[in-house]
Nanobody, 123 residues
Framework: QVQLVESGGGLVQAGGSLRLSCAASGRTFRSYAMGWFRQAPGKEREFVAAITWSGGSTYYADSVKGRFTISRDNAKNTVNLQMNSLKPEDTAVYYC????????????????WGQGTQVTVSS
């Protein structure tokens, strides 16, 4: 069982940066693939980024590739999402997710979800 708590959301102007963090509970954190999803008002949740248990591989949605960077610190049980060159269309609630079944699964059907953190990008 993994519990996920996000932080770092807020209001930022277009072109700015934010860093989201996710603190995970549980002694087996390092065995989970981790990721981020987001949900904009009136839209379905969409995949944003994912990282393998070791941090050796990452995967990004085309819409954020080159602007967002996912990373993890297994010693601290945290996963981060550095978001640069933010656009108004990045406005959404961002969710931290986890899966014991690898990066392929965490990108599609994560087992665990955080409560979400709001990111608002003004134009």
């Amino acid at each position: 069982q993994v519990q996920l708590v996000e932080s770092g959301g807020g209001l930022v102007q277009a072109g700015g940066s934010l860093r989201l963090s996710c603190a995970a509970s549980g002694r087996t954190f390092r065995s989970y693939a981790m990721g981020w999803f987001r949900q904009a008002p009136g839209k379905e949740r969409e995949f944003v980024a994912a990282i393998t248990w070791s941090g050796g591989s990452t995967y990004y949605a085309d819409s954020v590739k080159g602007r967002f960077t996912i990373s993890r610190d297994n010693a601290k049980n945290t996963v981060n999402l550095q978001m640069n060159s933010l656009k108004p269309e990045d406005t959404a609630v961002y969710y931290c997710v986890a899966s014991h079944d690898g990066i392929a699964v965490v990108r599609l059907t994560p087992d665990y979800w955080g409560q979400g953190t709001q990111v608002t990008v003004s134009s």
